[in-house]
């Protein structure tokens, strides 16, 4: 499915055309705009950006870094997929990085920081749209650990949010509904609040877990 340029901002807003390239193709895969296995057509995206292939090819290369495209002989980009165990992989690695990270936060966690988390959450409960869904899920969580100040472990997070992202709103789709993660966010954050930063790991490991297996089941039916 092709992107729509009435969705994409001016070249002159951004950096390079290679980032916004990769932003919105980005979007386009997570979205499921894109299927897992669709050729990306480097014409056409030049065509839309109205550049020459070398900032698609740019962004294809970043993206393929990512784990979002892979390059196949005579066939060029192609969104990548991602198999069942790769997925518990991903989402293990996620529980492994999130729960050390929310542990070296609590500790140093601030006010400022528990309002916006709670305001997160409460956005997410009465939220309908998937998308924003996926977007206060990442700002809630995310938010979290930014106290621990280890801003390198955060950037590897949100990439391993990336690569699974369009699962998780597949996930979130598929359950109708916010209920389970909104009850186990406040869970989160009331061990956030009390300071206990092992209850906090604890409960945020068990949480992206279970995640994980509902996702799995979901997806095998």
Sequence with gaps: ????????????????ASEIIVKHIREAIVSGAFDEG???RQDDVAKLFDVSKIPVREALKRLEAEGLVEFHRNRGAVVASISEPE???????????????IKLSVPKMTPNTLKRAKEYCDAFAQETNVARWSE???QFHSCL???ADRPFLLNLIRSVNDRIERYLRI???LCGGTGPDEREHRQILAA???GDADKAAEILHQHITKTCES???NLRK
């Design 1 to 16: 499915m092709p992107l729509n340029p009435a969705d994409l901002p001016s070249l002159g807003s951004a950096p390079t």
């Design 38 to 40: 669709e050729f990306i």
């Design 87 to 101: 997925i518990a992989q991903i989402f293990e690695v996620r529980a492994i990085l999130e729960s050390n990270a």
């Design 136 to 138: 206060l899920n990442w």
């Design 145 to 147: 650990y930014e106290d």
């Design 171 to 173: 996930q979130l789709t």
């Design 192 to 194: 956030c609040k009390k």
């Design 215 to 217: 996702l799995l089941m």
